[in-house]
């Protein structure tokens, strides 16, 4: 079951893809920013890759509102690093490699049958509570507009 609207978003600390630590708490407090955290499952994969993209070119909107976009998937760092370099993404790709999928499984979005994360979109305010979230199949790309919506109503 996917953390619900209202609770206190998990804390994470984990890597991205240039091997800097990123913990959602200190995005949190006075001087803080939202954070849309987007788990998703494999990166390279092609509807991961068009939901990246999306947000790479929506990465301006998402600066705009002072939000953070952190994507997090079981990729390693070295996973994370290719895949960003070659999309052009330069905002966190976070490696929840190890202890395998343990930021999916503290959100509720991992699929331990097939060892990754689902599509589990969590809106994050400064206080560090989930102010909204969706979680889809894995065969079902999410909008990115939904985030932005999400984002202008805090």
Request: net charge negative; charged share 25%; proline share 4%.
């Amino acid at each position: 079951m996917a953390v619900a609207v209202g609770a206190t978003a998990p804390d994470l600390t984990l890597q991205d893809q240039h091997g800097r630590t990123v913990r959602l708490s200190d995005f949190r407090g006075p001087g803080g920013r939202n954070v849309v955290l987007v788990f998703y499952p494999h990166a390279f994969s092609g509807t991961c890759t068009g939901e990246l993209q999306e947000l790479r070119e929506r990465a301006g909107a998402f600066e705009e509102r002072d939000a953070e976009l952190l994507g997090c998937s079981t990729d390693s760092v070295y996973a994370q690093r290719a895949f960003a370099d070659g999309e052009g993404i330069e905002f966190p790709l976070l490696a929840d490699f190890w202890p395998h999928g343990a930021a999916a499984r503290a959100y509720g979005v991992f699929d331990e049958e097939r060892g990754r994360a689902v599509r589990g979109t969590f809106v994050i305010d400064t206080a560090g509570v989930v102010r909204w979230s969706i979680v889809n199949p894995v065969h079902e790309a999410r909008d990115s507009g939904a985030y932005l919506k999400a984002l202008a109503e805090i």
